[in-house]
């Protein structure tokens, strides 16, 4: 029998609150609090005390350092994120602040889309955590804003590091001598429950200087939602009777880049095109064009296309302007919604901007409430980037029970941040640009 959709969405939301509650030890009957008004500025974390602040040294020699704080409706946020690699004197700035966008999750048999983040209550949904999954690392205490639980403290937040393998390699022609580093890197999460979805929010910062934010899904099938009758769901128990109803989970991030302190950066976009060869070529030719993108930005991701957000004041010690790299990760566009038809939005600095989609009112007359709208021609002097990072969630039989994490998102990689790799051990320190074998 199907659930009407609107009680649907009802009982979504109240089973995120009710475990929530329970989960900080209250009672589910607690009162709503006060809430803050919706545009009323957010605390500032320009400078942060030690209770909010992440300082990490990796044994590689790398230190990444930055504020975190937590909003009543994105949850987590980390901001003025910079890194240090062993050979720089200063930190670099990379982030001003950095967090999720939106959560939207539409169902193919279109009865229901939800927008988690803004809707459904995902930061109020923040969960404490057991001290196993945080190996090696600790868990802070995070005080959530606007809650409806009395005591709105969650052991909520993980701070950890992790190796991730081989950095780099060589032997080059000397037998005798192997250069390698296995890397480390920070690794900073929390886990919210929306409904019966428990949602990781893991932000990677390696000792390279990449970082690298994912979302994974985890908990359970919504259990409301095995009603596919119209051929939009998947059996996943015996037979063909429970259908669990295809969805797509639509995942957001803003950035708000701050390259060497400053929030003036420059966008680029570059894209390559491969030619067949013509004449006496012994080979394909392939020629990469650079754009300057100066107005705001609808952008989709394209075969030998990539983007780059660049320092307007600092370079490095080659003299090169310092830049981070946009790589997606996997996504399955979903065209159903104006505001997830583009992969990568760039729009000028507005606070009052703040979610990709169902953003609390509109920003002016006719300004819309989603980030599409907001990509009218204004000209980029702070640029705001919003990565739409998409997922088909057609459940399978190992989804039960609980369904095992699946992730969706993307990286920056620096190019150009240190004038060479920044793990580069002291041996090989000299081998910059081109130098000469056998010196
Ligand atoms: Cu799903």
Not at 168 to 179: C, E, I, K, L, S
Not at 398 to 427: I, K, Y
Request: with cysteine.
């Amino acid at each position: 029998m199907r659930v009407h959709s609107d009680s649907r969405a009802r009982t979504r939301a109240a089973v995120g609150l009710t475990v929530a509650a329970l989960a900080a030890g209250v009672t589910a009957g607690a009162g709503p609090a006060t809430a803050r008004p919706e545009n009323a500025p957010a605390p500032t974390a320009a400078y942060c005390g030690a209770a909010h602040r992440i300082e990490q040294k990796l044994s590689t020699g790398t230190t990444w350092r930055m504020c975190w704080r937590y909003d009543g409706k994105a949850g987590l946020v980390l901001e003025d994120v910079s890194y240090q690699p062993k050979g720089e004197r200063r930190p670099i700035k990379v982030l001003h602040s950095a967090r999720l966008g939106q959560i939207h999750v539409p169902y193919d048999d279109g009865s229901v889309e939800y927008d988690d983040l803004t809707g459904f209550d995902f930061a109020q949904g923040l969960m404490n955590l057991a001290p196993g999954e945080c190996p090696g690392g600790t868990i802070k205490t995070v005080k959530v804003p606007d809650s409806v639980n009395e005591t709105p403290t969650i052991k909520g937040l993980c701070t950890t590091t992790r190796s991730r393998g081989h950095a780099y390699r060589v032997q080059g022609d000397t037998p005798g001598t192997v250069h390698q580093a296995q890397g480390r890197d920070l690794l900073v999460h929390t886990v919210n429950q929306v409904g019966w979805y428990e949602y990781l929010t893991e932000w990677r910062f390696q000792d390279d200087g990449a970082i690298t934010m994912n979302l994974g899904a985890t908990g359970s099938l919504s259990w409301d939602d095995y009603d596919a009758g119209d051929g939009r769901g998947r059996p996943v128990g015996k037979g063909a009777s429970a259908r669990a109803t295809s969805h797509s989970h639509n995942a957001f991030w803003r950035l708000d880049f701050a390259l060497d302190g400053s929030t003036r950066n420059r966008v680029e976009q570059y894209d390559s095109t491969v030619t067949a060869p013509t004449g006496g070529q012994q080979a394909p030719t392939t020629r990469t064009t650079r754009t300057k993108i100066t107005k705001e930005l609808a952008g989709d991701i394209r075969n030998y296309r990539w983007w780059r957000v660049v320092s307007a004041t600092g370079k490095n010690k080659d003299g090169h302007a310092r830049s981070y790299e946009i790589v997606p990760g996997p996504t399955t566009r979903y065209p159903g919604r104006g505001f997830t038809k583009h992969d990568l939005y760039v729009t000028q600095y507005n606070p009052c901007e703040r979610f990709a989609s169902h953003n609390p009112g509109p920003c002016g007359p006719g300004a819309g409430t989603s980030v599409d709208r907001w990509v009218n021609g204004q000209t980029l002097s702070h640029p705001v980037v919003w990565m739409n990072i998409g997922f088909h969630h057609v459940a399978r039989d190992e989804d039960q029970q609980p369904m095992p994490v699946h992730w969706q998102g993307f990286s920056l990689a620096p190019r150009d941040a240190t004038a060479m790799n920044p793990l580069t051990p002291d041996g090989l320190a000299w081998q910059n640009g081109h130098w000469r074998p056998g010196r």
